[in-house]
């Protein structure tokens, strides 16, 4: 696996070293001693998946707080979806800065966001469907978020008119 910096502290893009023959390609997701050696030691204790009907599907911007806080990586394992991920972190040297990596079934990348960054994607295909590892069980009454299109963030999505649900697009926007 290749680990990619992003101008999020924490945010790290995993590439895929795939060995290929005719029969296709083989490449390792997830090594706990890799990561480790990367600074990204966690325990992962969840995994979920998302599949999205409709290409220009919008679901974020998501986070747990604490005691529940999560890290997790994300990947597309059908379609391809544009992923952002949001620094929530009053610390960080880049609060409220967002990224955005395309991440796709054909590529095999992955994104890691630590603890502290909300995340978010929209649909670039039809029958999307994103694969998560989660640093801790999802927990109800620590489920928060925050909107989409806040201008306080500046987040561009790539598609216009996206499918939010209403929980979503209920979601306060943003005070420091």
């Excluded at 952002?84 to 880049?94: F, G, I, M, Q």
């Excluded at 990224?99 to 909300?118: C, D, Q």
């Excluded at 994607?121 to 469907?129: A, G, I, K, P, R």
Aim: glycine share 6%; charged share 25%.
């Amino acid at each position: 696996m290749k680990f990619v910096e992003t101008d999020i502290s924490g945010v790290v893009v995993v590439e895929l070293e795939k060995h290929e023959d005719a029969r296709g390609w083989f490449a390792r997701a997830w090594c706990r001693e890799e990561f480790t050696a990367h600074g990204l030691s966690v325990d992962l204790v969840e995994c979920n998946l998302s599949y999205n009907e409709k290409r220009g599907t919008l679901r974020g911007m998501h986070f747990q707080v604490e005691p529940h806080a999560e890290a997790k990586l994300v990947r597309c394992v059908a379609g391809a979806v544009h992923d952002v991920a949001l620094d929530l972190r009053p610390e960080s040297s880049s609060y409220k800065k967002s990224i955005g990596i395309e991440l796709s079934a054909h590529s095999g990348r992955a994104v890691f966001l630590p603890e502290g960054v909300a995340h978010g994607f929209q649909t670039l295909t039809d029958h999307s469907t994103l694969f998560y590892q989660m640093s801790s069980a999802y927990s109800p009454e620590a489920a928060a978020g925050v909107r989409w299109d806040d201008s306080a963030f500046g987040i561009e999505w790539p598609l216009a008119d996206p499918v939010v649900s209403a929980r979503d697009q209920a979601f306060p926007n943003f005070t420091s």
